[in-house]
């Protein structure tokens, strides 16, 4: 008789009750840097210590046209990129009739987002300087970029398995890299870009722990 061919593997986030328990940790821990950076630039104007140092390690005007090139890894962090980016990678779920990664990869940035623009940064209010309009901490292209590196292993990992969390190393270069741009071009300071690393990742992580409960708590879910 001809073997019988395997049944696909429905697609996973691959956390266990145990491993969403750390992974809801570490999303806590990292929303408690944003709170503890916040807490000490709040309704402040210029840099700290911190930032003044880190303003030195980008700072390379002894080699032409880094001004520029640092400007464009901005860019890898704006709205415009980062939608575009989350547009392709939800059709590509959906296309796998995977509805449960497409609604994360959705619904992840946009939460990301809405708590650095609309609640952390009205809250905190810190300024780069006091005739600045605009609110600095998180930086939004920042997280926008970190939500879209955490985004994009987690579907790795829900479509090719474990081995697939080595894209987590290379991913990690695109909110540096942001980081080092909006620094570098003046828009924010290193605290501004660690807090939005922060919320980034905590916002991707808390909805991929949500997810894989509910993954596990309703059957049927995936394809």
Known sequence: MPALAEAPVAPSFGLNRTQRRWAALVAVALLAIVLVIGVRVAHTTGPLHVDRLSARVVDTPQIPHTRRAFRGLVWLGSPQFVAGAVVLLAGWRLVKRDVLGAAMATVAPLLAVVLTELVAKPLIGRRLSSAGHSFAFPSGHVTGAAALAAVVVALAVREWGARAAWLAVLAVFLPLGVSAGVVRAGF????????????????????????????????????
């Open 188 to 223: 924010h300071y290193a605290t501004d870009a660690l807090g939005g690393i922060a919320m980034g990742f905590s916002a991707v992580l808390a909805v991929v722990v949500l997810c894989s409960a509910f993954e596990d708590r309703v059957p049927g879910v995936a394809p």
